[in-house]
């Protein structure tokens, strides 16, 4: 359905407040979880981190009380609004949002995707199936964590790489090539390796608000998927809720409500746009 000549100026002129607020809360949600993140992934003593928080014995890492609040804060909000904490909360999806800003190459900047995304992005449910094995089979014991100088101390890294623990290198590489890996694709860790976001994907399927799409005013135009962070069609599974697509459509055609609101919207689905289209 043809939309009227003056809306997509009006859309482009539109003063756009989602992602500021977004952001301010990403930035206060890192400075509240990051230490944790960067002692987890580098001087966790157990072989699967951020899972056996409250019975460590490493009493500076911050996991031992913030691993309730953040358990009960994801289940909740997975509950009410998917995967909105991989957007708004998430330290890592934060992280990758900061590497987002290094100049690409242009081929990076707004990749295509073929056949092979669609299996790759199996890989995260895979993950998240080693990480549930991991944990019961792993997580009995405890080892010796890995000492530092300081809790933020990159000499961190190092010690944990001559240590002789493999689940230590397992995840020196898993921290060191989700961030070389993110200054080439954004969001490349939610988007096919994170455990917790293929989780919090089925959330996105039965959360009590969603991302609705108007076919009526949908164009089809392909600017989301195409300039999305996770290069995702707004209301799938992948879709992290960030809000850019709200703001973004140039016909005003993607908001957020209730799920099971019915005025001739429907939720984002990868029919009508290809993440092949650009």
Not at 136 to 160: C, E, Q, T
């Amino acid at each position: 359905m043809a939309g009227q000549p003056g809306e997509k100026v009006s859309g482009e002129k539109k003063k756009r407040i989602i992602a500021p607020i977004r952001q301010v809360v990403q930035l206060g949600a890192l400075g509240l979880t990051g230490q944790w993140l960067w002692i987890g992934s580098l001087r966790c003593p157990y072989g699967i981190p951020f899972m056996s928080c409250t019975h460590c014995p490493m009493r500076v890492c911050p996991g031992r009380w913030l691993q309730p609040w953040v358990i009960g804060f994801i289940g909740l909000s997975s509950a009410l609004a998917g995967r909105v904490f991989c957007g708004w909360a998430c330290p890592m999806g934060a992280i990758q949002d900061l590497l987002a800003r290094v100049p690409k190459l242009r081929a990076l900047s707004r990749p295509r995707f073929g056949r092979w995304d669609r299996w790759l992005k199996g890989l995260k449910y895979i993950v998240l199936v080693l990480t549930v094995w991991g944990f019961y089979a792993l997580n009995k014991r405890f080892s010796v964590p890995v000492r530092a100088h300081g809790d933020w101390s990159l000499d961190a890294i190092r010690v944990a790489w001559l240590t002789s623990d493999v689940y230590s290198h397992i995840r020196v590489i898993v921290l060191v090539s989700g961030v070389v890996l993110a200054l080439a694709l954004t969001r490349i860790w939610c988007r096919y390796l994170c455990p917790l976001g293929a989780l919090l994907s089925l959330g996105n399927k039965i959360s009590l608000w969603h991302l609705h799409r108007d076919m009526d005013k949908c164009s089809g135009c392909g600017k989301y998927p195409r300039e999305c962070r996770t290069y995702t069609t707004p209301g799938t599974s992948d879709c992290v809720i960030c809000g850019d697509c709200i703001e973004g459509c140039p016909r005003h055609a993607i908001s957020f409500g209730l799920r099971w609101r019915r005025n001739k919207e429907r939720s984002g689905g990868e029919v009508a746009i290809s993440e092949q289209k650009t």
